[in-house]
């Protein structure tokens, strides 16, 4: 049986895509080792939206560098927070080489994340519609945006730079207006 020893994804930064590579943990010896010394774990985060200190706790779990979680966040994740699992120190959730941005990890997603020895990376969520938009308009300028599949109706506040970012949640057709649609 072969052995599972690092994990290749692809990181985008901007329009640079590269490769991160991680080791993963195989247990004092080298061999196969629990679940739990090895850093991989499923737990659920209840924290609210509005707190940026994310925390969950999982049976058993040890922060391991390189080992993987799946977080189901009950509330939506913000921008810049970070995570702490079983009362360990907080860390950083990341996602494309980035501190996360609000709309990655939406209330219900299921989050697999890799601890790199400094940051949670996102790896992936359990919603396959997300789609990011990048918009370009007046600076502080509200975005109307209508799906009517799903009857979707969001905002976009656009920053003071003229630039905002909308995270499709479902299939369909998407409609960006500056008038209320």
């Not at 990341?94 to 939406?106: C, M, Q, S």
């Amino acid at each position: 049986m072969a052995t599972l020893s690092k994990l290749v994804i692809p990181v985008k930064t901007g329009d640079t895509i590269t490769m991160k590579e991680y080791n993963l943990p195989s247990g004092g010896s080298g061999g196969p080792s629990s679940p739990e010394q090895i850093g991989i774990g499923y737990g659920i985060c209840s924290t609210a939206y509005a707190t940026t200190a994310k925390t969950a706790a999982l049976e058993d779990y040890e922060l391991t560098t390189n080992g993987i979680v799946a977080i189901r966040f009950a509330n939506a994740v913000n921008a810049g927070a970070t995570l702490s699992i079983n009362s360990e120190d907080a860390k950083p959730i990341y996602y494309r080489g980035i501190p996360i941005v609000n709309g990655i990890i939406k209330a219900g997603d299921t989050a697999t994340l890799i601890y790199d020895g400094t940051n949670y990376d996102v790896l992936g969520t359990d919603n396959p519609w997300r789609a990011e938009v990048r918009i370009s308009s007046d600076p502080n300028e509200i975005i109307h945006v209508h799906n009517s599949t799903y009857n979707i109706n969001d905002t976009v506040l656009i920053d003071s730079e003229g630039h905002g970012i909308y995270i499709c949640k479902a299939p369909g057709t998407y409609v960006f207006s500056t008038s209320e649609i």
